[in-house]
C-alpha cells in the first residue's frame, strides 16, 4: 500500500537569538563572522517555561487549522524528539490528551535527532503501508537550548529550538519513496549529553560540563563527509532516479558552509537547509 | 603530484575564489584558515592523497609548500 504526505505545519518559539547577540556576549566572535560562516542571522529558542509538549500541541494546532484536518481522523501519533518533558509518561500521551487525539489513537515517542525527521517518517510511511493505520501524525519537537551550557557560544550559534508536523495518509499527491537509513553507535561519544540518564545524574552543577549538551564538531564534520555522499547515492538507486531528476535536495545542516561542502563532494548544484 | 595542482585543489576547498594561495602562503595565519576549513582541507587530504592529519598536526606546518613536502613524501 501506498503513503502520502498530505500536509506539513511547523511552529517555531518567540524567543530569537541574534548574531549580534551572541557577539555581544563573546566579543572573540564578530556577528559578521557568524552569519558568513553558518549562513543563519536568528536562531529562536523557547521561552524558560515552554516545553516540548507545549511545542507539539501548538504545532498540531497550526497543522489541523491551516489544512482543516478532522483530528479524530488520526489513528496514530509519532512524537519524535530528544528533550521529553518527563523520563515517563511518554510526552506523545500528555499531548495526545491535550491535543484532543482520540483515545484509540496509537502515541508512541521515538528518540533520534538530526536524523529524527526521516526516521519519523520511515516509519510513519511504513504504518500506513502496512494497512492497519490511515492517517499517522508525526511530530518532530525539540529545545537543546535547555541543554546548552551558557558559555557554549559554538552550539548556541547552530541549534534552536522548534517543531514539526506532517500528517502521513493513504491518500494524498505526495507519495513516499523508499528510505536509507544507517546508525553508527561507535561515535557516541561525539554528540552527547552525558548526565540525566540512568547511568550517570545531572547534579544540577553548572561548572559540570557534563550536565551539557557536548558535540564534537570535527568528528560530526568527518562522519558527515564520509558518510552523507553514500547515503544520498545509495537512496537515489533505491529510487531508480539519478541526480538529474531531482530538482531540489534538502539536508538538515545547520550550517551554509558545510551544506555547500557537501554540495560540492556529491556533485549536485544547489541545496536548501532545514535545521 | 605537482605544487599547482596541489594549490588548486587547496584553493577549491575555499569557500570563494578571491582569497590568493601560493607556495610560500602561511595559510594557518591566513584570513580564511579556521577550524572548519581546517576540517574541510583535512577530508580532501584523506580523500586525495590518503594523508590522514589532526588538526593541530594541520595546523603545525608554516606554508603551503612544508604542507605539500609533507604529503608528498607520504605518497613514497
Request: glycine share 6%.
Amino acid at each position: 500500500m501506498k503513503s502520502f504526505i498530505k500536509a506539513i505545519s511547523t511552529y517555531v518559539p518567540s524567543v530569537k537569538i541574534t548574531n549580534q547577540d551572541i557577539s555581544s556576549k563573546f566579543p572573540e566572535w564578530e556577528s559578521e563572522k557568524i552569519f558568513e560562516k553558518i549562513g543563519i542571522k536568528e536562531r529562536r529558542i523557547a521561552e524558560s517555561d515552554e516545553f516540548v509538549s507545549d511545542m507539539s500541541v501548538k504545532v498540531i494546532q497550526n497543522l489541523i487549522t491551516e489544512y482543516k484536518i478532522d483530528i479524530s481522523s488520526i489513528d496514530y501519533f509519532i512524537l519524535c524528539t530528544q528533550s521529553p518533558d518527563y523520563k515517563l509518561p511518554t510526552t506523545a500521551c500528555v499531548v495526545q490528551d491535550r491535543v484532543g487525539l482520540n483515545k484509540s489513537c496509537g502515541a508512541i515517542d521515538i528518540n533520534q535527532g538530526c536524523s529524527g525527521y526521516i526516521y519519523g517518517l520511515s516509519l510513519a510511511s511504513s504504518l500506513v503501508s502496512s494497512g492497519n493505520f490511515k492517517n499517522v501524525l508525526l511530530v518532530t519537537a525539540d529545545m537543546y537550548s535547555k541543554s546548552i551550557h551558557p558559555e557554549d557560544k559554538g552550539n548556541i550559534s547552530l541549534f534552536g529550538d522548534a517543531a514539526t508536523a506532517t500528517l502521513v495518509s493513504s491518500d494524498g499527491e505526495y507519495e513516499i519513496g523508499k528510505f536509507t537509513l544507517g546508525s553508527d553507535g561507535k561515535g557516541a561519544e561525539n554528540l552527547i549529553i552525558k548526565n540525566g540518564g540512568t547511568r550517570n545524574q545531572n547534579d544540577c552543577s553548572y561548572g559540570n560540563l557534563d550536565n551539557y549538551l557536548y558535540m564534537n564538531g570535527s568528528e560530526i564534520f568527518d562522519f558527515t563527509a564520509k558518510n552523507v555522499p553514500i547515503l544520498v547515492n545509495d537512496n537515489l538507486e533505491q529510487n531508480s532516479l539519478s541526480k538529474e531528476n531531482i530538482d531540489l535536495f534538502v539536508f538538515h545542516q545547520a550550517n551554509a558552509f558545510m551544506l555547500n561542502f557537501l554540495r560540492k563532494r556529491i556533485g549536485i548544484e544547489s541545496v536548501i537547509s532545514f535545521c | 603530484m605537482n605544487i599547482q595542482e596541489f594549490i588548486f585543489k587547496f584553493k577549491s576547498q575555499l569557500e570563494n575564489d578571491k582569497f590568493v594561495v601560493n607556495p610560500e602562503t602561511d595559510y594557518v595565519n591566513s584570513e580564511f584558515w579556521d577550524s572548519l576549513t581546517n576540517m574541510v582541507i583535512n577530508v580532501m587530504l584523506e580523500d586525495d592523497y590518503n594523508v590522514k592529519l589532526t588538526q593541530e598536526e594541520l595546523n603545525s606546518f608554516s606554508s603551503v609548500q612544508e604542507l605539500f613536502d609533507f604529503v608528498q613524501k607520504q605518497q613514497k
